[in-house]
């Protein structure tokens, strides 16, 4: 959890009586009602030991779920939801993630890649399943018996780990892109040129990123949609802002660009199809709706889509 988002989630004060839950990360064990005059207090859940103010947390056949909007909103993320489709899209720009959920399709897609997990439910609100959420993004979660908690852990520095035994259904996203042929040669002008607009658009970007951008351009060639060089689809109006602008000019080649471009055009793709990218913080509002756009790829500060199929 970034510094910013942990100051907005500190003061923030459990709001409501939590239904009974069960131990995240532990075999399902529900804690039976008792009367108010007796027993336990009503759980709660705390991330990095403050309170998480959300207006409900249900207990549901066994698994502990929450609003999925409000814990988006609780990472200052921006949410969407499609009400036909029963999906709801959470940015979280802070945590440089994006978590996508659909009501009764039991996982999550979280930076395009897919998490098994109880499958969201659809009541008032869309409700994920709390611990798979948290984990989902790289956080450790546990139920705290003693003090009737959800007890989330969030590592002050975001690290790659590996998902838990059996937590990843599938590497690619769930409506694979279909194969293409290898893109044609190049000449070495457009060769250059190409590696100029890569560089500009993910300068001081992961290798990944930038093989994402030059993979997106490859895809955008073999579409057809911007013309049939790879001239005409960098140069397309309104396209790449670094050639609007010219800043594709200004930028010394980093390190690793002319080998993600070869890779690229050899037909190396992490984005699986993405014909569209831009930074986490600005992308556009029909992008966010995943009934017309899957998001592929969330690298580098960056995110990756393509028309849904």
């Known amino acids: 959890m970034s510094a910013a988002t942990r100051a907005r989630v500190a003061p923030r004060l459990l709001a409501a009586a939590l239904a009974a839950a069960v131990a995240a990360g532990s075999p399902a064990t529900v804690l039976a009602a008792a009367p108010a005059s007796q027993g336990p207090p009503p759980p709660g859940v ?3 030991g403050e309170p998480l103010d959300l207006s409900e947390v249900r207990n549901l056949q066994g ?3 929450a609003p999925f909007d409000e ?3 609780a990472f200052a993320g921006q949410y969407y939801f499609d009400p036909a489709s029963r999906t709801g899209r959470g940015f979280l720009t802070e945590e440089g993630s994006v978590v996508t959920a659909r009501a009764g399709d039991p996982r999550l897609d979280v930076d395009g890649r897919t998490v098994a997990a109880p499958a969201p439910r659809m ?4 409700m994920v399943p709390l611990a798979a959420f948290f984990r989902a993004l790289g956080a450790q979660v546990r139920w705290d018996a ?3 908690q959800a007890v989330v852990l969030w590592p002050a520095a ?3 780990q590996p998902d838990p035994a059996g937590a990843t ?3 690619a996203p769930a409506d694979p892109a279909p194969a293409d042929p290898p893109a044609p040669a190049v000449d070495p002008a457009e060769l250059l040129l190409m590696e100029q607009v890569v560089n500009a658009e993910a300068y001081g970007a992961p290798e990944e990123t930038q093989l994402a951008v030059a993979a997106v351009i490859v895809n955008r060639l073999r579409s057809g949609l911007w013309g049939k060089t790879l001239s005409d689809v960098l140069m397309a109006p309104g396209q790449f802002a670094v050639v609007r602008t010219g800043a594709y000019r200004l930028h010394p080649l980093a390190p690793g660009v002319e080998e993600a471009v070869r890779r690229a055009l050899a037909g190396e793709d992490p984005t699986h199809g993405a014909l569209y990218f831009t930074d986490l913080a600005s992308v556009p509002a029909a ?3 995943p009934a017309r756009f899957t998001l592929t790829l969330t690298s580098g500060g960056m995110v990756f889509f393509r028309p849904r199929s």
Request: net charge neutral; charged share 30%; no cysteine.
């Open 46 to 48: 705390t991330v990095n």
């Open 63 to 65: 698994t502990l779920y």
């Open 71 to 73: 814990l988006v909103e």
């Open 123 to 126: 009541e008032a609100k869309l």
């Open 146 to 148: 003693a003090r009737h």
């Open 158 to 160: 975001r690290v790659e």
């Open 169 to 171: 259904a599938a590497a």
């Open 287 to 289: 992008w966010k709706d």
